[in-house]
């Protein structure tokens, strides 16, 4: 099969990586890429969002499968671009259709829906300009902490905790009002606080079959024991120590089955992978987000778990037959660790020249390019998390350690990594 794939972070440099290892694959295109995918691939320098011209290009290179990373041209309707043309609608795509795809580009339709089926969720309510006194009102009565979250896309960074009702008013009048978030704040989505332990659960479904991936925990904060500021994501573990055999029985019963029945009952095209962001309350999982692809970093240690050949779980998948699929899981724990720019996640610099990268080489750990780009033999940052160290270990400090080492022989100005991945459980 010759295959496309969308995107140009640590998730496509981790699914490329596996792609090229696939029986299946012939050839590989990765738009736009970065220098870690040109390892496996050959980069085509063509944006997520051009849908025109990504179609064109797999015409001209008679492309098999598209798979699509970003949630971006998800929610933008890549996949109904690809089946509503007739010169593209042989080719599978591996993602949700727009209107599936809304349940991670809109809260409010995600928390409808949870509602409609029942999935245990925040209670919340919305409130756009219409509704802004209505929204004022009711922060004032809400309980402490008030969780704001902006309705749209807002690049990870559209869910403000706050601890005081001032605060709390102060932002709702910037997202509303000022447009703090853009259009993804028109909308505001106001819920009940869940105090418990988060966890990343992923499932890949053809619309009526699912199968369960492995599980992981990301880490958010920019600082050491979860400090400071939120970003894209610092690190990840898999698998969580908390989520047992048991434990994800309730999350199938209560959220996974229900979910997929959800997207049949309402006839919503989806094929592909469902990110289902929990919250674990005293034992019983809570639904914070769905996302509509596989998250980053989280997929750095998911998918090199997965001992399965890729590409013929997502044929599978294209063709809805994926109740023929048995996951193969490695037992192993596995950790990534995110190098990032000085400053992220606030403004930082790109263009540093990155060292080290070929000099050391571990048994049990890889490198995956996030933000990099190549120019003639050097390679250069080029965003603020840069590379993930991913490790296999017997524990999570033992993978993690190894992950920290491997990033000490790494350098580039101003680089930043947290040495804390998975602290709890260690």
Not at 35 to 57: E, H, K, M, Y
Not at 87 to 105: F, M
Not at 245 to 251: D, F, G, L, S
């Amino acid at each position: 099969m010759n295959i496309l794939l969308v995107g140009g972070g640590g998730r496509e440099h981790t699914l490329a990586w596996k792609i090229s290892k696939s029986s299946l694959c012939e050839k590989l295109f990765v738009a736009p890429g970065n220098a870690g995918t040109s390892q496996f691939g050959v980069n085509v320098d063509i944006s997520v969002n051009n849908f025109a011209v990504l179609a064109n290009f797999c015409l001209e290179n008679a492309i098999d499968m598209l798979i699509v990373g970003p949630e971006e041209p998800l929610v933008k309707g890549i996949y109904n671009f690809f089946k509503d043309n007739t010169a593209t609608a042989h080719i599978q795509v591996i993602g949700p259709s727009k209107e599936a795809a809304q349940l991670e580009g809109s809260k409010a339709f995600a928390k409808a829906f949870m509602d409609r089926h029942k999935i245990p969720t925040a209670a919340y309510k919305e409130f756009d300009a219409a509704t802004y006194e209505e929204g004022i009102q009711y922060i004032r009565n809400h309980t402490l902490p008030i969780v704001l979250k902006a309705d749209g896309l807002a690049a990870g960074k559209g869910v403000i905790i706050c601890n005081n009702h001032i605060e709390a008013l102060a932002e709702f009048q910037l997202m509303i009002q000022h447009s703090k978030f853009g259009e993804a704040g028109k909308r505001v989505v106001i819920e009940q606080f869940l105090d418990g332990i988060e966890v990343s659960v992923f499932v890949l479904t053809d619309g009526k079959n699912y199968v369960v991936l492995p599980e992981a925990k990301d880490y958010k904060k920019i600082g050491k024991w979860d400090t400071g500021p939120n970003t894209g994501g610092m690190g990840a573990v898999s698998p969580v120590p908390f989520v047992d055999a048991e434990y994800m029985k309730i999350i199938t019963q209560k959220i996974i089955e229900p979910t997929i029945e959800g997207l049949q009952k309402e006839a919503l095209d989806y094929k592909g992978f469902v990110f289902i962001g929990l919250i674990n309350v005293d034992g019983e999982p809570f639904v914070i987000e769905y996302n509509c692809r596989l998250g980053d970093p989280e997929t750095e240690v998911i998918i090199p778990r997965i001992e399965n050949d890729l590409i013929k779980i997502l044929s599978a998948t294209a063709e809805q037959r994926l109740n023929e699929i048995d996951i193969v899981i490695n037992k192993q724990t596995v950790v990534t660790v995110m190098a990032v720019s000085g400053g992220y996640p606030n403004e930082h610099e790109t263009g540093k020249i990155i060292t080290g990268l070929s000099d050391t080489k571990i048994e049990g750990t890889i490198v995956f390019h996030a933000g990099t780009r190549q120019e003639g033999d050097k390679v250069l940052t080029n965003g603020g998390r840069v590379i993930a160290v991913t490790s296999f270990g017997n524990s999570i400090a033992e993978a993690a350690e190894q992950s920290n080492y491997m990033l000490e022989q790494i350098d580039f100005e101003g680089m930043y990594f947290r040495e804390d991945i998975g602290y709890e459980f260690r």
